[in-house]
């Protein structure tokens, strides 16, 4: 078995304008890379377990950049770095979900470089797949991580479908939770996605994380205005406080009529191929207030049909628990 | 009494630390030699199995790749020793063959194109599946193995699936086992016990991930292999890299300056620090072989697991009469470790039971190589121990600190199978100075729940023998008044090398500005030392430096008695001249003795040394003979008894019932290690030693599928190495600092226990939070705390090891 | 072109992946190109008058028969929608569809298997005899010709291959009656995966040939049989030796 | 017999003189070079490292750590991980922790670099940063503390008087296998002139 260290060759193309990268990018198709930060991107080609022939760095690109304020709430450049992000006096009175998700990612040096667009588009974390394995993910015709002895901890409690893997982004469940929506743009236009269409489940997708086609770029997300400055609760539980992906995490939005509230968005991170939404909980929390008791009536909603492997049972109490703290108010 | 001292007990600026923070240190990897080339290691992506065939063909023929180094280039080792390169690897990651090119990149450019087949042998990744009747076997010739005086060798033994099971299940090994040691009447003491404590037991072997991914440089120049290392030891490390080298030790020149963390990897030499020596006398070029960090996991070596079963006596007064342990351990492909029996000897050290029983069993698995980290063995058992103690307390309503005063070790208590005395301990006074320190009575009363928090407070004990002897000391006073200590220990980052030579220092009164410490290369000339492991610099090199100083200072009043007249007791020192007594104004400077000893020759000037001193010491001192006045004996001081080392902790913590993850709110670590010899110093070691303990008791241990054999961890993220944020932005240590009397400074060693108390006072401390139940294992992990609160099975079987 | 695609085990040693996908697109020209050929030469060939499908009737699929075969065609084409929309970039939530419609037609095909045994086997057997009869245009054929019963035979192995691997892929996926075991070596994974490859990539181009002759002019009468069970009199004294295939009259 | 002068020192320099020897990496240089698609970056650049701007022939994949290693020689700039897990190459680029082995050098042309080596005056007086370090007794093995150094510069520099929480927050991407967090944090005390 090889060990690599040292990246392989591969061109690098850093364009400065938008319409150039797009090119590149349909020129490219899967041969090309998408670099934002880079800090999901090095590994890989280290490892040599992905063998794009040429990244294009999306750094330079200034139509990539920067928080804008729009009449309809808010667009950030996908190439954003999260420590600007972290730091936006805005996001952090209106959105502050955003900015507590954020500072929540891997370590100061990551956040210093990882972009929004590259911290929602990384790709899982199953060791197994990281392995550089040929799995379903990566092509092949087997999980490795859904045997009856395979070691799954954090692996998926839902959605599953071949492939248990589990989405790691810790920005992509707050986004959820906002109603962002997405612009994927290429040469011959742009769509705008929702958060929910962004993101990608095996059952679809086994080899993908997001909806974004060969020859697309994200370019900006967009955070509507409807849950600005509204009630937000965020929590991550990884086994460490920095570096670590979440076991689990929760992202929650609350609008709120008086005491009770009004709509909601929970969404759960660590547990399924996707940011995944409790709807069930959405549905249940309507019209209540926050307290123990609502926090205790709806909590267990939150597991519903989740189906665990062999070692993350745990994360269906972790679910409810998380959501019983964002309930009691 | 330290106060009498000029350098004992004083912080000081030492001299590698500059280098350290302005980047010019220099560690393996930094060097570079004229003509080098590098090397990256092909490793096996199999558990077990045999290699068929190797195609380099492709390799070979790329631009820029200058040789392939197979197992076929290096010297065979017998089973289960480590080779440097092998054709049966026994687990994922053991070194198949390594490429050498103009680049690193080129390296593995090539090693993308080689294409080895492997036939797949049995393999197990955890020893009870291998005891299990029908289990497989690790190794071919057996799945056990036994190191001993004795004899070694290869065993093969099966459990029935029952007996297993009973295993499994909480109840007393009936299997077979292969060592055993007792004393004292085991069964009446059972049968006295107010109270007999029952529990089985895992803690599962992690990586030593040192930061630095292992390095060696090498190149021959007539006859003599120089090899740039990474190594815990400077000396200690010289005998083993030259037999694997097949060369004598004086054929070989070891430069490790700096070395990027050992915690007992880097103690004695490894197969792959060997391995670039074989490459450039096959290719003819220094050859410089830095691994992966991928590959510093796979070989950088990994803790022992335990799965054992203990059984304590305690009487009514919380007196422990009684002990009974069996220890499975998991010794990796490689046999190596023996964590077990020193478990059972930290046992009757920290706990002091009137009768005893050990039992081990040390089985083979296909998982990486073990070896001594940082209390091997005894911080197993430590973190084992505490909620045990703590159980026995609430039961028999005794104070959790009190309890372990009762059977705290002092300077009468007897240890070991052999019943052998220690040199001198003070448990009972560190428990009670971290007891005050940590003002345990008062937190005892406050309210433990808060919310959905609740908070826990530990109290943990280790212990690990902290001293050796035997070794050479080497000074030299030079005729321009400068005391030159040569030190062969190695540099870890404990800063022991220089700690130890102010001891030279401080016996010849020098300022400490007119020293030198000549130490990290052979070529400096540098005695045999003790390997920097075990705990035992402080002790063993403040004695070789005392009695080499005292052999110069032997030798400075006879040339003064000599050159100026009277007997040699006539004369003192102080201020960097020999002066005699009566007349102070009359003497010699320090830089005069040295020219005078240059004159005098014999053993002034080292042309005649003793005859007991080891042949690296020798020829250190035939090098530097001439140069001045040459201070060399060898450390045959008085030494009798068990050196300990020992540490307390106590912390609290608030756990969070609902998350499982828990805060440190606060940690107190107490040394009992003698004489303080280096404040800035030993508090370092404790409060690494406490970071070392929280990743063991929450965050570290070996992940393997065992379906095929796969490590989960290969890297630092995996690895779950404690980050600033895992552990308290504060630790408070202190020393009891009462001097041992068998060393000339009263000093004893403290890495090891420094991390055992910090593992067990964590352990206990959750335990405590939870009321007192008993995980019975390491690590404690978030999703175990939830599991446990809410009342859901554990994902694991009970005892399984290297798994989630 | 490879033929089959090949990966890394889980300890790096090469084993089989499947089949390489881009044969689908060589079997379907490749199809394309036959059906082609094939409409060409017909167009410049003679041929006797289109018997009418007026007058009497004879019965040639009973009710049961024709129900097997389009919940068969019916399966069949939600497997292919379901397995080859994904390979070639159409995505949707394809697998339990997949397997559902597999059972399916893994029931139906046993239940014609075993129907079989109460009818005539040796209409559509094919011997040595068909072959001699296949050339000489003389020959008429009983109730079955030569082309169909080959066509029977290969789509009959297919079939049983691609049920086969089938059902061995289904075991080793996660369902509501139990969990993925992962008790396949990857080696023979891989194999299993090739052969359910491959049989359906063969499937599709006989699929092809099928439907093109289902729909011709001068063949269209038996997919009308096969829709509603007869044809005319007149249509089986064209094409059909009564003396080997004699069946009874209907309304 | 003189000890000390008998024997010739084979190492002739460590890596800081090898910087001209950097010529091994022309086998791929040439065949990089002989296909570059279009607008890919150019290999010969100019980079501005500790003030000073250095010419160096980069692969367009080449990591900052590697450049600054293997071809500048400034080897104070570890690598632990090669992944970014540990922190221990962190380097400053205008001013802002970067883990230099996921950093790609071409993305660096256009800025400052400042690594371990930069911190002394001209002078030779130690950055307060690592003269708080040593009277703190700091680092334990050293090997991840030019990384701890330059997080806490960095810190500094935006924030000179951080809480300890805040210095916590601030090095909390740099790992020490040692353990030495504590004495750490008191160095970032000690340099920010407060007492830890």
Redesign the interface.
Known sequence: MASFDVMPEVQLFQPAELDDALKLADELGSDGWLLGGGQDTYGWLKDRAKQPRAMIDLNGIEALQGIRKTDDGMEIGAATILRDIIRNEDINRDYSLLSQAASRVASPQIRNVGTLGGNLSQDTRCWYYRRGLDCYRAGGNICYADGPQSMNREHAVIGASRCVAVSPSDTATALLALDATMVAENTEGQRVLAAEDFFVGPNTHITQMTALKPGEILSAIRIPKKWASQRFYWEKVADRDVWDFALVSIAVSMAMDGNKIADSRFVCGGVACTPHRLTNVEQAVRGRTLSNESADAVAPLASEGCKPLNYNHFKLPLMENLVRRAMRG | MSNEYKLIGKDFVPPDITGKVTGKAKYAEDFRADGMVFARMYTSPMAHGKVTSINTEQAEAMEGVVGILTAEDVPEVTAPDAAILTNTPAYIGDPILAIAAETEQICEDAMATIEVEIEPLPFVTDPLDSLVDGGPNARTEGNAYARSREGSGFQTIKWSQQQVDDFRAGKEPTGDFVSEWSYGDLDNSFAEAELVIEEPFVTIGYAHMSMEPRTAMAYWQNGTCYVHGSSQSQSYFMPGLARMLGVETKDVVLISENTGGGFGSKIGAYPIAALPGYFSKKIGRPVQLRVTREQEYYMGSARVGFQGWIKMGFGADGKITASDVFIIEDIGPNATGGDASSAGGAISMVYDPSAMRFRGLPVLTNTTPRGAQRGPGQNQIAAVMAPIMDKAAKVLGIDRVEIRKINSTNNDTIVYADRRPVTSAYMDEALQQGADMFDWQNRKNQPKKKGKKVRGLGVGQGYHSAGATGFDGLVRLTPDGKLHIHSGVGNLGTYSFASTSRAAAEVLKCDWERCEIHRGNTENHLPWSSYQAGSVTIFSHTRTNYVAAMDALDKMKRIAAQTMGGEPGDYDIDGQRVFLIEDPAQGMSYGAIAARAIQLGGDYSGAVYPDDIHEITQRAVQNIAGSGLIGVAKDNLHQEGVIPGLAVAFCEIELDLETGKYDILDYVGIAECGTVIHPKGLAQQMKGGAVWGMGMAGLERHVYDPQNGLPANIGYHQCGIPTYLDVPSVTKTDAVNIADPQNPFGARGIGEPAMGCSVAALQSAISDALDGHIFGRTPISPDMVVNHVMGRDQSFLPLQTNNF | MDIATYKDDVWGQEVLNGVSWDLLWLVIVLAFIFIAGHAIYETTRKRAQKPSSKGARVNRHEAIDRLFHWVMAGSVFVLLITGIFPIIGLNFAWLEIHWIAGIILTIVVVFHILRSFTQDLSSMALGPSDLKEALDETVKPGKYSPAQKSMHMVVSILTLLVIGSGLIMFLQIETPWWERPNSLSEATLGLVFFVHGISTLGLIGVICLHIYFGLRPEKLFYTRSMIKGWISREELNAHHDQQRWNPDETT | ????LS?RR??????AS?VA?AS??G??QA??QGN??R???ERLISININGQTRRVDV?????LA?TLRYKLG???????????????C?VLING????S????T??VRTRTVR???G??APDGT?HP??QA??D???????????GQ?M?AVALLEETPQPT??EA????????????????Y?NGVMRASGQNS
């Open positions: 017999m003189n000890p000390q024997r084979f190492i002739k320099a460590v890596i090898s020897a091994t990496s086998i791929n065949a990089a570059r698609p607008g890919s970056v692969a367009p994949q080449e990591t590697y400034l080897t104070g700039t570890k690598i632990g991980c090669n992944r970014g897990e540990c922190g221990a962190t802002v922790t970067n883990y082995c996921s950093t790609l071409h993305s690594t371990v080596e911190l002394q130690l940063v690592q370090f040593i703190e007794l700091s680092p334990q093995c050293g090997f991840c503390t030019p150094v997080s300890r929480e916590r927050q601030a090095l909390s991407g740099n790992l020490c296998r040692c353990g030495a967090y504590d004495h944090l």
